[in-house]
Every structure is written in C-alpha cells, then in structure tokens.
C-alpha cells in the first residue's frame, strides 16, 4: 500500500524558512518521480516543483525557482522541499505526490495528506 507522509509545515515569519519532508513507503520509492503542490483555500491545487526519480530532472513554478529547493534521499525513501525567503503568499496545504514513473512528464497516481504551512508575522 502506497503511503506518503508528509511533515515540516508549520508558521514562519516571512522571510524564513521551512523544510518540508515527504517519507514515502509501500513501493520502490527510487524508481519514481515525485512532486510538491500547493493548495490554498478557495483556489485549485498549484504545482510548485517537481524531481525525477534519479535526481537528474528538477523543476519548479516560477514563485519558487531560486528560493526552493527539492531533493531527495533515495535511501531514506524521502523526497524534501527547502524553502527560503518565504512569502505570506506561500501559505497553504502542501502535498507530496507520486508519478506513475521516474519522470514527472508522467500522471500522478497517489497523494499524501498533506502538511500546512503558514507564512504570518
């Protein structure tokens, strides 16, 4: 059974930064790419950034290049999403999610629950 297991959210102040964790379990995690999306409350879910099974391949939406950084550990089963110089826009409910292969070109086939961040002074 696929689980994913997301943690690090929390309130910072803007400006600060937060380390998201996604632990991943119930299949072979290295084979699979993986993204980060955000939702925020009355709007629609919003990818922020995506990483290739073998780490080659990242993206990332606009908002978050050069202040985000995905990564991950393969032998750890657990993918990250550093994020600095953040904003009160970055607020919201962010999920990790597992492609249906090792690239994130593929379709998504299974979510976590999610953790909140809150970006308040």
């Known amino acids: 059974q696929v689980q994913l297991v997301e943690s690090g959210g929390g309130l910072a102040q803007p400006g600060g930064s937060l380390r998201l964790s996604c632990a991943a379990s119930?299949?072979?995690?290295?084979?699979?790419?993986v993204t980060w999306a955000r939702q925020v409350p009355g709007k629609g879910l919003e990818w922020v950034s995506a990483v290739s099974s073998d780490v080659r391949v990242t993206y990332y939406t606009g908002a978050a290049k050069g202040r985000f950084t995905i990564s991950r550990d393969n032998a750890k089963n657990t993918v990250y999403l550093e994020m600095n110089s953040l904003k009160p826009e970055n607020t919201g409910l962010y999920y990790c999610?597992?492609?249906?292969?090792?690239?994130?070109?593929?379709?998504?086939?299974?979510w976590g629950k999610g953790t909140l961040v809150t970006i308040s002074s």
């Open positions: 119930g299949f072979t995690f290295g084979n699979y790419a």
């Open positions: 999610a597992k492609h249906r292969t090792n690239s994130s070109a593929s379709g998504i086939d299974s």
